[in-house]
């Protein structure tokens, strides 16, 4: 796995899901359809996807069943349903602002709606159980002895149709807190290991890149995720653009 020696490391136990998103996301048929090409979907969801919905339901039962915490990503929507049978605390933890608030609309939004519209766009992210719904029901039943197929809507950041504990790992610098949100939802700012770069010594970085780093006021690195763009040249000018308003 990826992430195994990491966690390990600060002593934490590891337990792997049985399938690499990283590389399903190179499979040519998931990355035609990322790139648009819909037609792609049906083979995908049969051959990728169910399979890999399974899986994590397996894995997150199996890491989470004697659990006292629940410490969530928000695509893990099913911490929910073992929270439901086991009674355990629970908390969402998203790396990116996925929590509901009427001072800006859902990330991939491109206008701001006013503040009763941007609040109902984030409840798109709670409706994302459905399509794997009966995957959802069949498990709750076999697995956790549960009826029906839990929340229909709860965005992250809910839990049993009121706020929990959330956190978001994003600088107020970058995202300023919104206005709205509950005292128990937390804008932390970045995680970061302090001994990542001293942990990395069989992997120095390039003596150049090191000197170009050190050399000036601290640089901004713009990057792009794990998700393929069928328009990256379109971003161009947008990043060019958010550069010269930031002064750097």
């Known amino acids: ?5 990491p966690v390990e490391e600060q002593g934490i136990a590891f337990t792997p ?58 695509k893990v929507f099913v911490a929910t ?31 701001d709606f006013g503040p009763t519209l941007n609040r109902l766009s984030w409840r798109i992210l709670g409706f994302s159980r459905l399509v794997y719904r009966s995957q959802i029901t069949a498990w709750r039943a076999r697995t956790l002895g549960l009826k029906g197929g839990g929340p229909i809507n709860e965005p992250p950041g ?8 959330a956190l978001c790992a994003v600088s107020p610098s ?3 807190r919104p206005t709205d949100w509950p005292s128990d939802w937390h804008m932390t700012g970045s995680w970061c290991r302090s001994e990542a770069r ?9 003596p150049a890149l090191d000197a170009f780093i050190e050399a000036g006021p601290t640089p901004v690195f713009i990057g792009f995720g794990s998700m ?8 161009s000018p947008i990043i060019e653009e958010a550069v010269r308003q930031s002064g750097l």
Do not use: Q
């Open 228 to 235: 393929p763009t069928p328009s990256g040249g379109d971003l």
């Open 198 to 206: 001293a942990s990395r010594g069989d992997h120095p970085l390039d």
């Open 158 to 165: 809910y839990h049993h149709g009121k706020p929990s504990t």
């Open 174 to 176: 970058i995202v300023p």
């Open 1 to 5: 796995s990826t992430f195994d020696e």
């Open 81 to 111: 349903d073992i929270a439901e049978k086991t009674g355990a605390r629970f908390i969402c933890a998203s790396p990116v602002p996925t929590f509901p608030t009427g001072d800006f609309p859902i990330i991939t939004a491109t206008r």
């Open 17 to 74: 899901m049985a399938f690499d998103i990283a590389s399903e996301i190179r499979n040519p048929d998931v990355a035609r359809l990322l790139a648009g090409n819909f037609a792609r979907l049906p083979k995908v969801w049969r051959t990728v996807v169910v399979p890999m919905i399974s899986e994590m339901l397996a894995a997150c039962w199996r890491a989470a069943a004697d659990a006292d915490l629940i410490i969530h990503h928000p």
